[in-house]
Every structure is written in structure tokens, then in C-alpha cells.
């Protein structure tokens, strides 16, 4: 139990450490969105991908606890 618990733990570590790296981006882009209009079509664009990669990854850290689980 004490295994379950230390795997699991190291799976959510690694899911917030992915949300605080996409926060810091997005904080970065927010700041870049403000300066041009081709940069904001530029930055609007890579904000999609950025949520888009952490919805995958996120799946896939949660499907990894699944594993886990079963």
C-alpha cells in the first residue's frame, strides 16, 4: 500500500509540475499578446497547442494512475 501510495504521489508531482510550467508559458504569451497584432495571431495559435499538449498529457498521466489502480 505504501508502494501505491509513492507511485501515486510521484504521478500527481509530475501533473502539477506540468501545470505550473503551462502557467508560467501562458503568463509569458499574455504579456507578448499585448505588443502586436501578428504576434497575437502567432501567440493565439501556440496557446491552442500549449492547452492541446496539456489535455493529452494530462490524459495520460491520469490513464498512468489508472494502471496503477488496476
Given at each position: 500500500?505504501?508502494?501505491f501510495?509513492?507511485?501515486t504521489?510521484?504521478?500527481?508531482?509530475?501533473?502539477?509540475?506540468v501545470?505550473?510550467?503551462n502557467?508560467?508559458?501562458?503568463?509569458?504569451?499574455?504579456?507578448?499578446?499585448?505588443?502586436?497584432?501578428?504576434?497575437?495571431?502567432?501567440?493565439v495559435?501556440?496557446?491552442?497547442l500549449?492547452?492541446?499538449?496539456?489535455?493529452?498529457?494530462?490524459?495520460?498521466?491520469?490513464?498512468?494512475?489508472?494502471?496503477?489502480?488496476?
Amino acid at each position: 500500500m505504501v508502494n501505491f501510495l509513492e507511485l501515486t504521489r510521484k504521478k500527481l508531482a509530475d501533473v502539477q509540475r506540468v501545470f505550473i510550467i503551462n502557467g508560467i508559458i501562458m503568463l509569458v504569451l499574455a504579456v507578448l499578446i499585448v505588443w502586436t497584432n501578428v504576434v497575437l495571431q502567432l501567440l493565439v495559435g501556440l496557446m491552442v497547442l500549449l492547452v492541446a499538449y496539456s489535455l493529452f498529457y494530462v490524459a495520460l498521466k491520469v490513464r498512468a494512475i489508472r494502471k496503477l489502480i488496476d
